[in-house]
């Protein structure tokens, strides 16, 4: 059983919880409902929350899948339902809301699920410029992260980014994590849609990769063709590009003086790490762009606007380190985190062109 399952089913009770008093609450602005009905709705959502899920772990099946995406929209729906709720109650603690109001303040959350659903299914390719001074030719370089590939975006996802990255002009992908999420498992065949792009792909292990097992990743990506890059550099005409797993697991990491003795100053050294963390350190050492993903820039408000406030949560960021400028770039990610909804962020693919300054 994976860190994955294993987080879901100790969380089932707080949510049945909170999914009872939440159909508790909403029930009673139409008069209630008699609680054994909403302790059986409860138990019936958590059942199709994790009866699909253990299936998925042992075979990917469309039927489980189709079980999940249900659950996953009953579960971004009673989120907003809470704030909706918490909206309605406090107006009507000072005035009586018409019913065809309350109604229409609650029709609020399906048009935002709608919405967000097929944004999250939409990759949208951004472009942004980075000058440097020691790169000789102007080279472009597809950054995504964070695919999620598993129950909830399965193999169309996979072959909507091999479409994505056909269609624009670049020399080279680069994958910062999280290709997996961990809620199916990966089969040797799974990312075979990669073999048709036509650029060099490289990818390096985030937290997620490792839930359905690193080793299967890893088969998964070397049967495609992409280059894997954990505790490994490669050069690639004007870059010098070094991958460093991550996981909230034990794994072995390279030391300082190892990724220092990496470092070319001819090359545009660029380091590949799933997190937006350690930007100064990796710079001192040498390296002029780091690579991250992770967050989902949120992927909905309000955490978006939480996550802007508190650390890199998207965007690219350059700062004078040492003596050279220096530049993280977050992307939002193509794929989506357990539910397949965006609403404020988008599925990207981020053209990163290297310049000459």
């Known amino acids: 059983m994976s860190f994955r399952t294993r987080r879901v089913i100790m969380s089932t009770p707080f949510m049945m919880l909170y999914e009872f008093f939440l159909m508790k609450y909403l029930f009673l602005l139409f008069g209630g409902l008699e609680d054994i009905y909403l302790l059986l709705l409860t138990v019936l959502f958590a059942i199709l929350k994790i009866v699909p899920m253990l299936f998925e772990e042992r075979k990917s099946r469309r039927i489980t899948r189709f079980l999940d995406h249900i659950s996953a929209f009953w579960i971004f729906m009673s989120l907003f339902t809470f704030f909706d709720l918490l909206l309605i109650y406090a107006i009507g603690a000072y005035i009586e809301l018409p019913i065809y109001i309350i109604v229409l303040l609650l029709m609020i959350v399906p048009l935002i699920t709608i919405y967000s659903y097929c944004h999250a299914h939409k990759i949208i390719v951004h472009e942004k410029i980075i000058e440097l001074d020691n790169i000789n030719q102007d080279m472009n370089i597809a950054h995504l992260s964070d695919v999620h590939f598993g129950s909830i975006r399965h193999k169309e996802i996979i072959n909507d980014i091999r ?75 004007d870059l010098n590009i070094f991958g460093i797993p991550f996981s909230f697991d034990n794994v072995d990491l390279v030391g300082a003086d190892e990724l220092k003795s990496f470092i070319k100053e001819d090359k545009v050294n660029i380091i590949n790490f799933h997190v937006p963390r350690n930007w100064e350190e990796f710079s001192r050492l040498g390296f002029d762009i780091q690579l991250s993903g992770h967050t989902h820039g949120g992927q909905f408000y309000p955490v978006t606007w939480i996550g802007n406030l508190l650390f890199y949560n ?35 693919l981020v053209l990163l062109k290297l310049r000459k300054k």
């Open 163 to 237: 479409d994505k990255i056909n269609q624009i002009p670049c020399d080279l992908a680069i994958i910062s994590g999280d290709l997996a999420d961990g809620s199916c498992v990966v089969e040797e065949d799974d990312f075979l849609a990669f073999r048709d792009v036509n650029v060099p792909i490289i990818f390096t292990s985030g937290n997620h990769d490792y839930y359905p097992g690193i080793e299967n990743v890893h088969k998964a990506c070397r049967k495609a063709g992409i280059i894997v890059l954990d505790n490994e550099g490669m050069e690639f005409k």
């Open 314 to 348: 998207m965007g690219l960021f350059k700062n004078r380190i040492g003596e050279k400028e220096r530049y993280l770039h977050v992307t939002t990610g193509v794929g989506s985190m357990d539910y397949p909804f965006r609403w404020g962020t988008d599925s990207e």
